[in-house]
Structure formats: C-alpha cells, structure tokens
T-cell receptor, first 116, second 115 residues
Framework: AQKVTQAQTEISVVEKEDVTLDCVYETRDTTYYLFWYKQPPSGELVFLIRRNSFDEQNEISGRYSWNFQKSTSSFNFTITASQVVDSAVYFC?????????????FGQGTRLTINP | DTGVSQDPRHKITKRGQNVTFRCDPISEHNRLYWYRQTLGQGPEFLTYFQNEAQLEKSRLLSDRFSAERPKGSFSTLEIQRTEQGDSAMYLCASNPNRSRADTQYFGPGTRLTVL
C-alpha cells in the first residue's frame, strides 16, 4: 500500500533561516511520481514540484530545492533564506503511475511558520 | 488561463440537510478529482472522473455521497442527510490526462460545517 509520512507536524523558524521539510514514502511500484504542494491560509493547494521515480537529480528553483533519494525513500524540501510569505502548510504526495486513477496519496502536512 | 473554481466557498448546514457543491475544472482537462480534507490532515481521495465517466470511488464515499459530471465539464458532489463527521474541506482538482505524470491542479475548496 502507498503511504507518505511527514514526521514534522510543525516547524517555526526566524526569517532568513534555512529550513528542510522531510518526506518519506512507501510504495511497491517501481514507477511513481512525487509531489510537493503548498497550502496557504486561503486553503488552495498550490503545486510546487513533480518528480518521477526514474529521475533522482536534485532540483533547485530559486530559494527552493528538493532532494530525492530513492535508497531512503525520501523526497525532502529545503527553503533557503526563508521569508514570512513562505508560511503555510506543505504537503508531500505520491502517485503510482500504473494505476488508472493517478490519485494522490498525501502526507499529513507540515505547518511552517516563518517569524519576522 | 482560468484555474479550477469551486462554489460555494463556505457552507454551513444543519445535520440531516442535503448539500451540493460544484466544481468547474480547467478548460479541456478531462480528468476531475474530488478529495476531502479534515482539520490537521492531508487531503484524501474520494472519487475521479474521466470525461463524464466516474471510474473510481474511495471507500470513504458512503452511500450518502454522490458525484456527477454529466457533460464531462463541471462536476457536482452531493451529500445527503449530512452528519457532523462530514464537516471538512472538499477539494476539487483537474488534469489534462495527457500522461501518467500529469499534475493535478486544485481549486480553492468548499469548507462544509455541519451543526
């Protein structure tokens, strides 16, 4: 069965600090996709990144970076030089490619608070 | 490009009443998904449509829940005889289904409160 675990329920840091959000997943499939979404107080889930299981290259987008390690089944997300606007709940999600629904299985989320 | 829209954004109802939510996906996205998110949890899959066909339903979707997508465009989710446990955020998402890697884009959600 698929499972996503985000062990950090809440993280609070001071602005400009770097912060890493952890994500560990379980799946029996060899082909799957991993996602990160951001949920600000308004409630809408905002897509941040998608990574497929065959691509273990790390990715950087501005202050955001993602570290995918298949050996440890982890897909961690780092925000460098955090800003107050980064405050939100962040979700990691998994989709198994061979299943027809492509439904997303989400972790419980990490509430990130950036204090000025 | 218009995103996924949902209506209403908030709904307060009394236990036992019926409620209906609407989702308008991104234009030309043929897959539409419904998820439910309770407080402090991640979204959970409820059901999805490919065009007008409902292809999978979660065990979370009890007999009191029904979803439709009659013309393959907008979708409705109805809950009959609401219970307090139905209080949650109901999220809709869509994707173009060009490949298995397609990203789901979410609407702002409908927050349901059952008194």
């Amino acid at each position: 069965a698929q499972k996503v675990t985000q062990a950090q329920t809440e993280i609070s840091v001071v602005e400009k600090e770097d912060v890493t959000l952890d994500c560990v997943y379980e799946t029996r499939d060899t082909t799957y996709y991993l996602f990160w979404y951001k949920q600000p107080p308004s409630g809408e889930l905002v897509f941040l990144i998608r990574r497929n299981s065959f691509d273990e290259q790390n990715e950087i987008s501005g202050r955001y970076s993602w570290n995918f390690q298949k050996s440890t089944s982890s897909f961690n997300f780092t925000i460098t030089a955090s800003q107050v606007v980064d405050s939100a709940v962040y979700f990691c999600a998994l989709s198994e490619a061979r299943r027809g629904a492509q439904k997303l299985v989400f972790g419980q989320g990490t509430r990130l608070t950036i204090n000025p | 490009d218009t995103g996924v829209s949902q209506d209403p954004r908030h709904k307060i109802t009394k236990r036992g009443q019926n409620v209906t939510f609407r989702c308008d996906p991104i234009s030309e996205h043929n897959r539409l998904y419904w998820y439910r998110q309770t407080l402090g949890q991640g979204p959970e899959f409820l059901t999805y449509f490919q065009n007008e066909a409902q292809l999978e339903k979660s065990r979370l979707l009890s007999d009191r829940f029904s979803a439709e997508r009659p013309k393959g465009s907008f979708s409705t989710l109805e809950i009959q005889r609401t219970e307090q446990g139905d209080s949650a955020m109901y999220l809709c998402a869509s994707n173009p289904n060009r490949s298995r890697a397609d990203t789901q884009y979410f609407g702002p959600g409908t927050r349901l409160t059952v008194l």
